[in-house]
C-alpha cells in the first residue's frame, strides 16, 4: 500500500510502502524501516471524503490519499471497524438511528426526565427545599407583594379551617404547612412555595369570602396548593428544566440557543399541567376525607373566570357582555396555546372535579 | 461531482504523485520562494449528516457519556477534510481524558447554577471564581486544541502564558462586576434609588465604548501565541481597526432598526390598526404588526448583524496575522456569508433542525476556503523541536459547557 510517511518532527514527507501481517504494521521506504505493533497504531476511519491518518505511538503518522484503496486494503488485511463507523456509513443505519433517535426522545421527555426527576428529588434534603423557598419568598416580598391589608384574625380563621380539614388525611400524607397572606397587584391568586409556605393573596381571600358560606371552597384551594407541597413539585420542575435544557441543548445547541429554548419550554409547559393535575387530585383527596364536595372548585373556577371578564371589559371600557370571550376560548383550546400553556384548559379542571363530586 | 470537488481532488492528487515519486526529495525547492499554500474543504453535508445523527443517539441513550467520542469523530472529520497546501489536518484528542475533563466542569457547572439559585452572596461568591479561572480554562483550552492538531505530522503549539491570559481576560469581567456589587448595595428593591438607572446607563456605555479595546486584547492573546514547528505567529492588527469594524457595524444596526421603524411608521397607518372601531379586532391587529416587526428586529440581528461581524472580523484578525514565514490572508465576503445564513437559517428552521449538519458543512467551506496562506520558508524544512505541552481537557470541556466560543 503506497503512503507517505511522516516522522512527527520533520515536515518533510517520505514515499513509504506499507505492509500488514498478523500483528505488526510494517512501513518501508528509503531509509525507513519501521515495525509497529498493530494494536498501538491508531487507525483511521472510514469516510467517503477525506484521506486517511493513521497516527503511530512516537508521533510519527503515514498519511493516505486514496481513502477507498486504504480501506480495501485493511478490510482485506482483516483489521476490523467499528460498528459506529459502520453506523455511520450506511443509510439504512442511519434511518434506524433517526427512528431511535425521535423514539428516545419521546421516551425521555414523557417518563425519563419526570421518573429521574422523581429519583433525584428523593434524595434530596428537604433542607434545600426550605432554602429555595426562603430565597423567593424574600425575593417576592422585595419585588412583587406587599404585606397583607385584612385583619388578622382572617389568617387565624383560615389556619383553624384549614388544619380541621386536614385532620381527617391519613397519617403522613399530608406535608408542613403554613399560611401567609399578602396583597397584590396579581389578583385572585394563591401558590405554595418550597419553605412549606402557602401565599394567598388578599384578593383571592376576598373573593372566596363573598361564596363560601363553610369555607369549603378556600380548603379546596389550599388543598391544592398542599398537593404540590406534597409532590414537591418545585424542585421537581426545577430538576426537569435542567434536564431539559440539557437535552435540547445537546440535540439543536450548537446551530443556536434560541432554538433550544422552544423545546424546553414546551416541555416544560407539559410538566407543569401534569403537576396541577396532581394538585387538583389531592384536592379531591382532602375535600373528601373532610366530607366536602368536590364540586365546590367548580364554584370557584366559575368566579376566577367572572374576574377575569370583569378585568378584560374595565380594560377595553365596553359596557356589557364583550365579545372577547368566544375568541379566548377558541385560542386557549388551540393547539399552539395548549403547547405552551402551564395549566390544564379550564374547562378539562372543571369537569375533573364534577366528576369527582359524583 | 461537481467542477469544485474534481479541482480539489486533483489538486490533492498532484500533491500525492509528487510526494511518492521516487524522486521525491531531490524535486522539492529548498530555497525560499515565496509561494501561496490553498486552504480546501473536502467535507460533505450529508457524510456529516450520517456522522452526526449516530452521534446525536449515542450520546442521547448514554446520557452524555458518549459525547467526548462525539467530539472527536466530529472534529476528526472537518480536520481530516481540511486541506492545507493539499495535506489534511490531524485531530488527537484522546476522548478518555475529554471525559474526565467534562465530568470536572459538569460538577462546577451544576454548583455554579445552584450556588445563585439559593443564595445571592453564594451566587456572587461562585461568579467571582469562576472569573478568576476563567483565563485559566481558556488557555488550558487553547493548548488543548493546538496540542491535538497536527499537519503533515507536525503538532501545533499554543504559547501563551497564564499571565498574558490573565491580563487578556479579566478587564472583560470589570462592568459586570461593578454591576453586581452595585445591585448588592441597594437598600431597597422596591424603590431603587436614582443613581442605579444612571449607573447601569454609565456601565452600559462605557461597555460599548471599551468593548473593542477588549476584544482586540482577547484576540492578540490567541494570535500571537500560535506556533507551529519554528514559526510563531505575529498579531499586528491595531486597536484602531477593531474600532472601525465596531464603528461600522453600529451604524449598520442602528440603520437596519431605522429601516424597520420606517416600514412600521407606513404599514401601521396604513393597516387602519390606529383607528379601527372594534375594540377587539383592534387589539389583535396591534399584536400581529408588534409580532411581526418584533420577528424582523430579531432578524435582522441574528442574519444581518452575525455575519456582517463573522466575515469582517476573520478578515481583518486572520490578515494580521503572520509569523516569519508564514503570512495569512483572509477575503471572506459579507454578501456570500450573509447568503448561506440566510438560506441555513430557513432550511434548518423548515427541516426541524435536521439540515444542520449541512449547514455546518457549508458555512466551514465558505469560511475556510476564503484563506489563504503565504509562505517564503520551504515547508519541508519545518522542524518541531519540543513536543507540545497537552494543557488541560477541562479547559476545553469548559469552553464548551460555558459557551464561551474561542473563535479559533
Not at chain 1, 513509504?16 to 504494521?25: E, G, M, N, R, S
Not at chain 1, 482485506?76 to 453506523?87: D, M
Not at chain 1, 402557602?198 to 369570602?209: E, L, Q, S
Not at chain 2, 445563585?116 to 471564581?129: H, K, Q, T, Y
Request: with cysteine; charged share 15%; proline share 5%.
Amino acid at each position: 500500500m503506497p503512503a507517505v510517511y511522516f516522522d512527527g518532527v520533520h515536515a518533510k514527507g517520505h514515499a513509504v510502502q506499507l505492509y500488514l501481517d498478523a500483528t505488526t504494521l510494517h512501513v518501508q521506504g528509503k531509509g525507513i524501516d519501521r515495525a509497529e505493533s498493530l494494536r498501538t497504531v491508531q487507525w483511521p476511519e472510514r469516510t467517503r471524503h477525506g484521506m486517511r491518518i493513521a497516527h503511530l505511538v512516537d508521533g510519527g503518522s503515514v498519511h493516505c490519499v486514496d481513502g477507498a484503496a486504504w480501506d480495501d486494503w485493511s478490510r482485506n488485511a482483516g483489521l476490523g471497524e467499528s460498528w459506529v463507523v459502520r453506523l455511520q456509513q450506511s443509510w439504512r443505519g442511519v434511518l434506524a438511528c433517526i427512528a431511535l433517535l425521535v423514539l428516545s426522545i419521546v421516551v425521555l421527555q414523557q417518563w425519563g426526565v419526570p421518573l429521574a426527576a422523581r429519583a433525584v428529588v428523593a434524595v434530596t434534603p428537604r433542607t434545600l427545599d426550605v432554602a429555595l423557598g426562603d430565597a423567593a419568598q424574600t425575593w417576592i416580598d422585595q419585588n412583587l407583594m406587599q404585606p397583607s391589608t385584612l385583619p388578622p384574625q382572617q389568617l387565624q380563621h383560615m389556619r383553624d379551617a384549614f388544619t380541621q380539614a386536614v385532620a381527617a388525611m391519613p397519617a403522613g400524607s399530608v406535608p408542613h404547612w403554613d399560611l401567609a397572606l399578602r396583597s397584590s397587584k396579581l389578583g385572585p391568586n394563591a401558590f405554595a412555595l418550597p419553605n412549606g409556605n402557602i401565599i394567598v393573596t388578599d384578593d383571592m381571600v376576598n373573593m372566596v369570602n363573598m361564596v363560601d358560606a363553610d369555607d369549603a371552597v378556600l380548603v379546596g384551594v389550599l388543598a391544592h396548593e398542599l398537593g404540590h407541597l406534597q409532590h414537591r413539585h418545585s424542585m421537581r420542575m426545577l430538576v426537569q428544566m435542567t434536564a431539559l435544557g440539557a437535552i435540547a441543548s445537546l440535540v439543536v445547541g450548537d446551530f443556536s440557543s434560541l432554538l433550544a429554548s422552544v423545546p424546553v419550554l414546551m416541555g416544560q409547559a407539559s410538566y407543569s399541567r401534569q403537576a396541577e393535575q396532581e394538585a387538583d387530585a389531592m384536592a379531591v383527596a382532602v375535600l373528601r376525607s373532610a366530607r366536602l364536595s368536590p364540586a365546590v372548585m367548580v364554584t370557584m373556577f366559575e368566579k376566577l373566570a367572572d374576574w377575569r371578564n370583569r378585568k378584560k371589559s374595565a380594560a377595553a371600557a365596553s359596557p356589557s357582555e364583550d365579545p372577547a370571550r368566544p375568541q379566548t376560548a377558541k385560542e386557549e383550546s388551540s393547539w399552539l396555546g395548549i403547547a405552551f400553556a402551564s395549566h390544564p384548559p379550564d374547562a378539562e379542571r372543571v369537569r375533573f372535579f364534577q366528576e369527582a363530586a359524583r | 461531482m461537481t467542477d469544485e470537488t474534481l479541482r480539489r481532488a486533483d489538486e490533492v492528487g498532484k500533491w500525492a504523485d509528487a510526494v511518492q515519486s521516487p524522486d521525491f526529495a531531490e524535486t522539492q525547492p529548498t530555497q525560499s520562494q515565496p509561494h501561496s499554500l490553498d486552504i480546501a474543504f473536502t467535507g460533505s453535508g450529508s457524510e456529516y449528516f450520517r456522522i452526526w445523527i449516530v452521534n446525536l443517539l449515542l450520546t442521547l441513550v448514554t446520557l452524555g457519556i458518549y459525547y467526548p467520542w462525539a467530539k472527536v469523530r466530529r472534529l476528526r472529520y472537518f480536520h481530516g477534510n481540511t486541506l492545507v497546501d493539499g495535506a489534511p489536518l490531524g485531530y488527537h484528542a484522546d476522548p478518555k481524558k475529554m471525559l474526565k475533563g467534562y465530568i470536572l466542569v459538569s460538577v462546577m457547572l451544576a454548583l455554579y447554577s445552584a450556588a445563585g439559585r439559593f443564595d445571592p452572596v453564594a451566587g456572587l461568591v461562585a461568579f467571582v471564581i469562576v472569573m478568576l479561572i476563567w483565563p485559566a480554562l481558556l488557555k488550558s483550552s487553547m493548548q488543548f486544541r493546538l496540542a491535538n492538531t497536527s499537519w503533515r505530522g507536525l503538532r501545533f503549539r499554543f504559547t501563551g502564558n497564564l499571565q498574558g491570559a490573565y491580563q487578556a481576560l479579566l478587564p472583560l469581567f470589570v462592568p459586570a462586576l461593578i454591576f453586581i456589587a452595585a445591585m448588592a448595595a441597594i437598600p431597597d428593591r422596591k424603590s431603587p434609588p436614582a443613581w442605579i438607572g444612571f449607573l447601569i446607563m454609565g456601565i452600559s456605555l462605557a461597555i460599548m465604548v471599551v468593548f473593542p479595546w477588549l476584544f482586540k486584547r482577547l484576540k492578540a492573546y490567541q494570535h500571537q501565541n500560535y506556533a507551529l514547528a519554528s514559526q510563531t505567529t505575529r498579531f499586528e492588527a491595531t486597536t484602531g481597526m477593531f474600532y472601525k469594524v465596531y464603528a461600522k457595524l453600529f451604524g449598520m444596526s442602528i440603520a437596519g432598526i431605522g429601516l424597520i421603524g420606517f416600514v412600521a411608521a407606513i404599514v401601521i397607518p396604513m393597516s387602519g390598526a390606529m383607528h379601527g372601531q372594534a375594540d377587539q379586532g383592534k387589539t389583535m391587529k396591534m399584536v400581529a404588526i408588534g409580532v411581526v416587526f418584533g420577528m424582523a428586529y430579531l432578524l435582522t440581528v441574528f442574519v444581518l448583524i452575525k455575519p456582517y461581524i463573522t466575515a469582517r472580523m476573520q478578515n481583518m484578525v486572520w490578515s494580521n496575522t503572520q509569523s516569519d514565514g508564514l503570512r495569512f490572508y483572509s477575503a471572506l465576503k459579507f454578501r456570500s456569508l450573509l447568503w448561506l445564513s440566510l438560506k441555513n437559517w430557513f432550511l434548518v428552521v423548515l427541516t426541524l433542525g435536521l439540515y444542520w449538519p449541512f449547514a455546518a458543512i457549508a458555512r466551514t467551506r465558505l469560511q475556510l476556503q476564503a484563506v489563504s496562506i503565504e509562505a517564503n520558508v520551504s515547508l519541508d524544512t519545518l522542524v518541531n523541536q519540543a513536543r507540545s505541552k497537552e494543557g488541560e481537557a477541562a479547559g476545553d470541556a469548559a469552553g464548551d459547557l460555558f459557551g464561551l466560543d474561542i473563535g479559533f
